[in-house]
T-cell receptor, first 112, second 116 residues
Framework: AQSVTQLGSHVSVSEGALVLLRCNYS??????LFWYVQYPNQGLQLLLK??????LVKGINGFEAEFKKSETSFHLTKPSAHMSDAAEYFC??????????FGAGTRLAVHP | GAVVSQHPSWVICKSGTSVKIECRSL??????MFWYRQFPKQSLMLMAT?????????EQGVEKDKFLINHASLTLSTLTVTSAHPEDSSFYIC????????????FGSGTRLTVV
């Protein structure tokens, strides 16, 4: 079975500061991992995904994540936060052509 | 590419009536689509997996007779909330994965259902 734990339901950073959103996963086999962003009353937009290729994955809007098997982690980072990054972020895991299992989400606030 | 269109984006209905939500893959074929429900400030909970040409697979605790899913073609899945009640009010989101794709899941923009 697969599961995801997102550490920190709320994260607040200053504009220009490093963004770090934590995600740990559990999977019975090689996982595929995803980060999505959701703005209010909207669907989910894919930021990046890991599917057994390079462990450092670069996504849209300057985000990247590193797959660390030894730590079962897939943390999302961005060197410099922008006001427009304020949103809800979800980490998700799947294995094979199967359903996505989501973490509880992390709300990112960016203040001036 | 890989666009999913969900309609309507919001709907208000009276208790006891039924509401149908459509999920279409616009530029790819999807043998599998997923329906999620999201309560305010919460994560997405998978309701069911919709399989083209066969019965949907429902998650534990989801009422099959209340949330009817039909996936009659490779580009369309529908979710019908039957005999809606105020507690069914929620944000419903569909997702689709291109057949034979690279694990890419695309999401619709969601439907805000309010039952009064």
């Amino acid at each position: 079975a697969q599961s995801v734990t997102q550490l920190g339901s709320h994260v607040s950073v200053s504009e220009g500061a490093l963004v770090l959103l934590r995600c740990n996963y559990s999977s019975s086999g090689p996982p595929s991992l995803f980060w999505y962003v959701q703005y209010p009353n909207q669907g989910l937009q894919l930021l990046l995904k890991y599917t057994s290729a390079a462990t450092l994955v670069k996504g849209i809007n300057g985000f990247e994540a590193e797959f660390k098997k030894s730590e079962t982690s897939f943390h999302l980072t961005k060197p410099s936060a922008h006001m427009s990054d304020a949103a809800e972020y979800f980490c998700a895991v799947t294995r094979g052509y199967n359903k996505l299992i989501f973490g509880a989400g992390t709300r990112l606030a960016v203040h001036p | 590419g890989a666009v999913v269109s969900q309609h309507p984006s919001w709907v208000i209905c009276k208790s006891g009536t039924s509401v149908k939500i459509e999920c279409r893959s616009l530029d790819f074929q999807a043998t599998t689509m997923f329906w999620y429900r999201q309560f305010p400030k919460q994560s997405l909970m998978l309701m069911a997996t919709s399989n083209e040409g066969s019965k949907a697979t429902y998650e534990q605790g989801v009422e099959k007779d209340k949330f009817l899913i039909n996936h009659a073609s490779l580009t369309l899945s529908t979710l019908t909330v039957t005999s809606a009640h105020p507690e069914d009010s929620s944000f419903y989101i569909c997702s689709a994965r291109p057949s034979g794709g690279d694990y890419g899941y695309t999401f619709g923009s969601g439907t805000r259902l309010t039952v009064v």
